[in-house]
């Protein structure tokens, strides 16, 4: 008899094959694939790569329509209607110089602690201010008649007086003071046919200022002095001497809209560049923290400031 085989006996049950270790990576890749911020990632990483790149600072471009705008400049400053071949092409040359000029002043840091940048910089920016507030639109009737009524007290008709007088040269007082009597007799209104040829009119409606301009500070202030309806003595102007006689004066007082009317939108546009700087200013303050002597400054003080013409800013 041949010997029995052992017989092995497993309590356990049936043998189960091990499962296979899962590998880290991929449980990381999952728990990645289900974050948003993997997800804004991408998507940044996506447009990043799609997007246009920035100019390179050594680009510089220029294109016809600039160089045309820049020509037809230069011929209007020459008063020409077109350029010659040459000098559009120096103008050209000179725009391309000046941006490699700038180009270079920028990249020195030429434009840091320079006071006439910074004042060209300034000026810009209070240019900016009057074009947002729209300064250089002009004014409507409606505006100017709103304007005169909030300035009313600063308006005011100056005194002025209507007269007519007789003429004669320099050296010829003596002869002027003869013929009074005469001046006396004729028509008290209307300058009488006496004394000498004079370029100007016979009859002055004026203020004293416009006297003063036209025939002198002292024939005005002698003019204004004078009682109306008596012909003067010889009175001197810068022409000669003259006898006067004043029809009628009024005095200074409140002016109206009409006898202002000429000087209110030169006047309307200086407030509202003031007040388009003044506006710009404050709003602008609210965005820096100032101290003086180390305290914080609570408001802007207000000022009159105001951009310059821009004609006499370089272009």
Known sequence: ???????????????????????????????????????????????????????????????????????????????????????????????????????????????????????????????????????????TEDELRRFFAATREQWTRPAHIRLIHVYAGPSHRAELSALRPAAIAADPTEPPALGEAFPLPRTVTTTRDELAGTYGAVFADAAFALAPGEWSEPIASKFGWHLVRVLDRQNAGPATFEDVRSQLPLTYLVARKKQAAAD????????????????????????????????????
């Open 1 to 139: 008899m041949s010997a029995s085989r052992p017989r092995i006996a497993y309590r356990g049950g049936p043998a189960v094959r091990p499962l296979p270790r899962p590998w880290p990576g991929k449980t990381l890749f999952r728990a990645a694939l289900r974050s948003r911020l993997v997800h804004f990632l991408m998507i940044g990483g996506l447009i990043f790569a799609v997007a246009p790149r920035p100019e390179p600072r050594r680009d510089i471009a220029f294109d016809s329509a600039a160089f045309d705008d820049l020509e037809r400049a230069q011929a209007q400053r020459l008063g020409a209607p077109l350029l010659e071949v040459g000098d559009a092409e120096e103008v050209r040359t000179r725009a391309i110089e000046d941006e490699i000029l700038y180009r270079e002043a920028l990249r020195l840091g030429l434009d840091k602690d320079d006071n006439i940048i910074r004042q060209r910089l300034i000026q810009k920016v209070l240019f900016l201010a009057e074009d947002l507030a729209g300064v250089s639109r002009a004014p």
């Open 280 to 315: 710009f200013l404050r709003q602008a303050a609210t965005r820096y923290r100032i101290t003086v002597d180390g305290k914080p400054l609570t408001s802007l003080p207000a000022s009159d400031r105001m951009a310059p013409a821009r004609s006499q800013t370089p272009d």
